[in-house]
């Protein structure tokens, strides 16, 4: 069976160091929220809550869809214009909600559209989520480019 050459995934995305980094989680866990604090922190949105990932060149490309490009919902003020960046290469996804491991053991992967993406679960409300989300995009390295 052929795999996917695209997914559409709900997940907030922003690049950090010319990698994105999908957020994923379900509704009010705080994809956005996390986003945004990120952003602070000097990334660039690709897309909020729904983001379209091709595959290209033995790599993932995180885009957003036409009619949410440039927009983030931030919780109390509707939805925002931002701007973003399109096509950039998927380098990590972090999963909210899930049970976070103290120490984890093997590295955890999924695959999107046929490749191997690394996976990381954490407690995006916490104050430290963002320096986490940079700490293991820095800890996995370069993905082979798209």
Not at 51 to 74: F, M, Q, S
Not at 113 to 129: D, K, R, T, W
């Amino acid at each position: 069976m052929a795999s996917l050459s695209s997914e559409m995934l709900h997940a907030s995305t922003v690049e950090i160091g010319g990698r994105a980094v999908l957020i994923e989680g379900l509704s009010g866990s705080g994809k956005s929220d996390l986003a945004l604090r990120l952003i602070d922190r000097g990334a660039r949105l690709i897309s909020d809550d729904y983001t379209l990932v091709k595959r290209e060149k033995g790599g993932l490309l995180a885009t957003a869809a036409p009619n949410i490009a440039g927009k983030i919902e931030v919780r109390g003020l509707g939805i925002i214009e931002l701007g973003n960046v399109e096509d950039v290469p998927v380098g990590l996804i972090v999963t909210l909600g899930e049970p976070v491991a103290r120490i984890p053991g093997a590295e955890m992967t999924r695959k999107i559209a046929g490749v191997a993406v690394p996976v990381v679960a954490l407690n995006g409300l916490e104050a430290s989520a963002p320096v986490k989300v940079e700490l293991a995009l820095r800890q996995i390295g370069m993905p082979a480019s798209a």
